[in-house]
């Protein structure tokens, strides 16, 4: 019966190859504009390291000026000061902490003929590496007795690697950076959490760094961070000194806590801290520490971004219309054969049968709908590409994994019955013979 | 009243051609109550369409009511059509969407009528065909012989100078017919000219003249005859 | 004149008819906020900078010789650039207006930290800060060579005592006074530092696009002299793109300690600060396209349907003496009915939907005209969408009427 109900449909979609291509396309560029955009939003909501996300806590201390709260009513600043990130990674409380901020230096390639370039680098402490689950291509990170000593040890990227070692094992090899010579400890292969999480104040879809080196090295050259600086409050004074001791906020803390009963002992401990340095005459604000994992951070920064989302609320919408286009032209295709389904069920078709013949021919456009609404995502993922030009962190948006392609399919199923359930519904309300007489 | 002269219509197609009316000439007189008969094919119906301006014809003259017709455009032929002539047809055609009221009101609208106007005749022609209590009633909701008074309603509330009926019994039973000729008549006896196309010769017989066609020509054969053989 | 029977029959019959309204409320409600965003976006993107925009430049340049004296290689590249053919003047400074990176900090009438102040963008410019930028100082005067310091991390003070405010940051310390009024006047910086306002700048934005106080910025008399300088370079009309490889080439021929890169016309640099909402807009503007058009394509279909099905009933209405134009005019009646309750809901959906925007995307609310204009249009794009099937209406003949079934 099944095949017949197929011909059957079949037929019909040709006698009209038009407006049955009209009703296709509709369902495929609704789903298309909606997956294009939903995919986006997916990517940019996404979990970017989702075997340890809740194990790892970005802290947040409340050193703002007490008139006035850093962000919102009362958020507390979005980084930590020199002060309070490096006495809390003293106090190694946490299984693990690290401390960062993003800098920038210079690679003098010894080679004859290479010039000197810039390159984005992440002043850190050792337990980035193991922390983040960074994956190595040669070597490791290095030691946290290299931290300790301020040794010059470094972390390189796969495209350094190759830019400066033709891509073989360059671990324990020297490189010149701004005049000094660091030891490589480690060389990363792709790595490119999306959405950049560990330092989402600055660009949360940006590239990871390019080269890692110990965030002790990077005090002893006064380095400041290349990303958000932000004070409440003045330094003393203008030197470098006096910046490492002001209430500027502009590193990142993360500390990795394996449950609940840790994370409450750590919460104790970050108000305790407070407390004493409450006795020193700073955080003049009540205390109001905080404590986020990996994607209740992500949320709380709201790193997807309103133009994405105001997009998605407009897609949705598209494809609505869409389904309603499809909808339309099925009911007025079905209540003109209404002819044709009087006779049917005066001949003997069952309520059912004329169920069955109808879902299917529309079952068929909305599976065709659907097929070409895959192809059309991907086509809309390419145009958004274009759009956005060689804006780098776009790119890797625009990929599309088999979850999405799963969600596009269920979409396509979903609004294919959605649109072929009401004209079907009423082609079975279609009576016997009522039609046979008149018009 | 009405005077066609040797109206031949020829329906071509690529490989056939085909004579619905060959040299048809007739004349109909005012307050006539005319019938056509034939066999079906016959060119009856080409005949009604060509007498009621539906369709235009290959070659010949057609007057009505003392104009000619062939020059006339189709603006024209369709004023002509809402002014002069009222058609009653075989299944009806009344308006499924529109109730009875709005249904009459349609070729009064294209009259240019205004409301008040409309209204009076409207009212007035659902009552003479004695169904003033259902004017808010849809098509489907009423019987057959009903939806012919209707339509005849329809037909009247122009007054036209005369009425095109095509089988207008053809889809009832036979006492619902019986009423609508009854009707016809009595409308024709206040003077309304009738052509009504039958292939029913106890219909066709209660008119005062009868005409026979038979392949596209006026016959002068024994109607009745014919028109048995025919069926 | 046929409105009242045409909406009865299309009431008895309302289902598709319904669908076609509600895709038309739904396109209009789309279209509505789609072109509000796009009219923000457009509205922000066409601010000027108060900048000389067409003959700017930047280039950078870091060091990596601890050794070098900084103070002397960047007065030293200055006066080069200043000399070089083409180049109409060049200044040392932090930022440009549109980098979307740069300094800002709080102003106060009133020294002390318990009072409010208004945050204003920092550029660190020496006397020929004004003229590179090409700026219009419509009050008081510009720095003098006296003015200008060098930052000095271990001594000296850590503010001039003087600065160079926009009339808009003006008019927000000084709500009451006229812009070129403040000039003389004192505001403070750290809390407690004074400084005093010499000049009144006509514009210059601050670094960052969506900043609420995008106009507020002041100029400082201050040159830094570290490792990294950042180069603003004024052509001479004409010549910026060919001065920009001949600076950077001469520039790193200079000093062959140092990396020189980060050339960026201002063109570039506010092409990339607005790339988002550029694309935005041209994503609206062919989301709103093809759904037009898919809803005029819908209405054809439609319409096609509807003329199909009722074919007899044409026929009927040319018999009993409907002119051409009548049918025509029928259809095209029809579809506005349709489209009036469309475009009526569509207002009513795009309204809310613009409420709930604006209050959970900061969005601007949507000018009350444009909810005219699209009903107008949609109904312009509903009468055209009907118009072919209307046609093929009207070119029914009269005869299908005595036709049997």
Not at chain 1, 242 to 263: D, I, K, P, Y
């Amino acid at each position: 019966m099944f095949r017949y109900y197929l011909k059957l449909g079949l037929l019909s979609l040709r006698r009209n190859p038009i407006l049955s291509g009209l009703m296709v396309v509709a369902i495929a560029t609704g789903i298309g504009a909606c997956m294009t955009i939903v995919n986006i939003d997916y990517v940019m909501s996404g979990n970017p390291i989702p075997h340890r996300s809740e194990l790892l806590y970005y802290v947040q201390l409340d050193n703002w000026d007490p008139n006035e709260a850093a962000r919102g009513v009362n958020d507390p600043p979005p980084q930590v000061t020199y002060i309070d990130g490096t006495a809390l990674i003293a106090a190694k409380n946490a299984r693990r902490q690290v401390l960062s901020y993003p800098t920038t230096r210079i690679i003098q390639p010894e080679e004859d003929g290479q010039l000197p370039f810039l390159v984005d680098s992440r002043s850190t402490t050792a337990d980035f590496f193991p922390m983040f689950d960074t994956p190595f291509l040669y070597g490791s990170g290095w030691d946290s007795t290299a931290d300790d000593n301020h040794e010059y040890a470094v972390v390189i990227n796969k495209e350094i690697n190759e830019r400066l070692f033709a891509g073989q094992d360059s671990v324990g090899r020297l490189i010149l950076m701004n005049g000094d010579r660091y030891r490589i400890s480690g060389v990363l292969d792709t790595w490119e959490p999306t959405p950049k999480f560990y330092d989402v104040n600055n660009r949360a879809f940006g590239k990871a760094e390019e080269v890692y080196f110990p965030f002790s090295v990077s005090i002893d050259k006064e380095l400041t961070s290349e990303g958000n600086t932000n004070c409440w409050k003045a330094p003393a004074g203008n030197g470098f000194e006096s910046f490492l001791t002001s209430e500027c906020v502009w590193m990142q803390l993360w500390v990795e806590l394996h449950n609940a009963g840790e994370r409450q002992e750590y919460m104790a401990f970050l108000d305790a801290y407070v407390e004493s340095q409450k006795l020193l005459g700073r955080f003049p604000r009540p205390v109001n520490n905080r404590l986020n994992d990996v994607m209740d951070w992500m949320q709380h920064e709201e790193v997807v971004e309103d133009d994405v989302q105001v997009l998605l609320g407009l897609a949705v919408l598209f494809l609505v219309v869409c389904l309603l286009n499809t909808i339309g032209l099925l009911l007025a295709k079905i209540m003109r054969r209404s002819g044709d389904i009087s006779l049917r069920r005066a001949l003997g078709a069952s309520r059912k049968a004329i169920f069955s013949q109808y879902i299917v021919e529309a079952g068929i456009i909305g599976l065709a709908g659907g097929v070409l609404g895959i192809a059309m995502t991907w086509l809309g993922l390419q145009g958004i590409r274009g759009l956005y030009g060689d804006f780098d962190f776009i790119t890797r948006l625009v990929t599309m994994d088999w979850v999405m392609i799963f969600v596009a399919i269920g979409l396509a199923i979903l609004s294919a019955l959605g649109a072929a359930l009401y004209p079907t519904w009423r082609a079975c309300g279609i009576q016997p013979a009522s039609q046979l007489s008149t018009l | 009243m009405l005077t066609m002269q040797n109206v031949s219509m020829v329906y071509r197609t690529e490989s056939v051609e085909t004579h619905a009316l060959r040299d048809f000439s007739l004349e109909v007189d005012e307050g006539e109550f005319v019938s056509v008969t034939g066999p079906s094919g016959s060119g009856k119906t080409t005949f009604l369409n060509i007498a009621g301006l539906l369709e235009e014809f290959t070659s010949g003259t057609y007057k009505l009511d003392g104009k000619d017709t062939n020059s006339l455009g189709d603006t024209e032929r369709s004023r002509l059509r809402n002014e002069k002539i009222g058609f009653i047809f075989q299944s009806f055609n009344l308006i499924p969407e529109l109730d009875i009221f709005d249904n009459v009101d349609v070729p009064l609208r294209y009259r240019g009528f205004n409301a008040a106007e409309r209204k009076r005749r409207i009212d007035h022609v659902i009552d003479m065909v004695g169904l003033g209590s259902r004017k808010k009633h849809l098509p489907s909701q009423l019987s057959g012989g009903q939806q012919q008074r209707v339509a005849i309603a329809r037909a009247l509330a122009g007054e036209p100078r005369f009425l095109l009926a095509d089988e207008p019994t053809g889809n009832l039973d036979s006492e619902m017919a019986e009423s609508v000729m009854q009707l016809l008549e009595d409308i024709n006896s206040k003077g309304t000219t009738i052509i009504m196309v039958t292939h029913e010769p106890n219909l066709a017989a209660r008119a005062k003249r009868n005409i026979f066609v038979r392949d596209g020509r006026i016959s002068t054969g024994e109607p009745e005859l014919q028109v048995a053989v025919g069926g | 004149m046929e409105l009242g029977p045409i909406w009865r029959a299309l009431i008895r019959n309302k289902s598709s008819y319904i669908l076609i309204a509600l895709q038309i409320a739904a396109t209009m409600a789309l279209m509505v906020n789609a072109v509000s965003i796009i009219q923000e976006r457009t509205r922000m993107m066409s601010r000027s900078s108060g900048t000389d925009e067409a003959n700017i430049f930047q280039i950078y340049s870091m060091s990596f010789d601890p050794a070098q004296d900084y103070q002397a290689m960047v007065a030293a590249d200055l006066d080069a650039i200043r000399g070089f053919p083409g180049v109409a003047n060049a200044v040392v400074t932090n930022s440009l207006p549109l980098r979307q990176g740069g300094w800002s900090q709080d102003l106060k009438t009133e020294p002390g930290t318990d009072n409010e102040g208004s945050g204003v963008a920092i550029y660190f410019v020496d006397e020929h800060g004004v003229d590179t930028f090409g700026l219009n100082l419509v009050a008081g005067r510009n720095f003098e060579v006296t003015d200008v310091s060098w930052f000095d991390p271990d001594a000296g003070p850590r503010w001039p005592g003087l600065v160079i405010i926009t009339e808009a940051m003006a008019t927000e310390l000084f709500p009451d006074a006229r812009p070129a009024d403040t000039v003389g006047k004192t505001a403070y910086i750290d809390n407690d530092i004074p400084v005093t306002i010499i000049g009144v700048l006509e514009k210059m934005q601050a670094p960052w696009k969506d900043w609420a106080g995008v106009e507020r910025s002041m100029l400082v008399p201050m040159k830094r002299g570290d490792g990294f300088a950042r180069y603003v370079i004024r052509a001479e009309p004409g010549y910026r793109d060919e001065l920009i490889p001949q600076i950077e080439q001469m520039l790193a021929e200079r000093d062959t300690g140092r990396v020189v890169d980060g050339a960026a016309t201002m063109t570039e640099i506010r092409a990339n600060a607005y790339l988002e909402d550029s694309a935005m807009i041209k994503l609206l503007v062919f989301i709103v396209s093809l759904l037009t058009a898919i809803t005029s394509l819908g209405i054809v279909g439609l319409a096609s349907f509807s003329v199909a099905r009722r074919t007899k009933q044409i026929g009927t209405r040319r018999a009993l003496g409907a002119p051409k134009a009548a049918i025509l005019r029928y259809f095209m009646l029809e579809n506005f009915l349709i489209s009036s309750v469309g475009v009526v809901s569509g207002a009513v959906i795009a309204v809310g939907l613009n409420m709930w925007m604006v209050q959970r995307f900061n969005l601007t609310p949507i000018s009350w005209y444009i909810i005219p204009v699209a009903m107008i249009a949609l109904w312009l794009v509903g009468q055209c969408a009907v118009y072919g099937p209307a046609r093929r209406a009207s070119l029914v003949s009269p005869a299908i009427a005595t036709r049997s079934v």
